[in-house]
């Protein structure tokens, strides 16, 4: 699994006090570091739209499909993903969950699953089935590439829900290295939301 951040909004931080300093009429408190205090002050008071001023572009591989029907049902973000209708999966790769891996009965009926997940795909192909038909008999274990683009305000929603230690392995790592990508590039933004070198989580209350 792989998180590539692609785009961010330049000076990003300056530009939402900019603009929610607007609201309040009081752009001539703009100093070099204000933006600091500001942002801590419309976080605090749950002034949340100024934040949406701002935003970031990640492009997320190793992925699993099953991260991307979770990850989508931020509707609030913008997708763009990899196509089982137009990309040929033949030799397709997998993600394995860890539980799976550690018991060996387990795996052994994930793997003889994913081979023959394999020989249908390409059987269907020999067929002359096309790559939108025979995709049916893809599992959710297949990687897919992503791209995903989002304000700050809805990215604050996803890392709230996503790196919980409730949320699914796989989506919590990745909203995880997300975040850490943000905390370096946003960081008055998202410095409520604190992971330790154990890569537990703590939450920020939206």
Known sequence: ????????????????????????????????????????????????????????????????????????????????????????????????????????????????????AKRAYEELQAMGLRKEDARFVLPNAVESEIILSANFRELRHVFNERCSKDAQWEIRSIAIEMLKIMKENAPTVFEDFVVDESGTFASSPL
């Open 1 to 116: 699994m792989k998180v590539e951040l692609l785009a961010i909004t330049a000076d990003a931080e300056r530009l939402i006090e900019r603009a929610g300093r607007t609201c309040y009429l009081s752009s001539n408190k703009i100093s070099d570091d204000s933006h600091k205090r500001f942002i801590r002050m419309i976080i605090k008071n749950r002034h949340h739209s100024v934040l949406e001023h701002a935003s970031a572009t990640f492009r997320i591989t190793g992925g699993s499909r099953s991260f991307t029907h979770q990850i989508v049902r931020h509707r609030l973000c913008s997708f763009s993903q990899q196509s089982q209708r137009y990309v040929d999966e033949h030799g397709f790769t997998i993600v394995t969950p860890p539980a799976i891996a550690a018991n060996k009965e387990g795996k052994k009926i994930f793997d003889e699953l994913i081979e023959h």
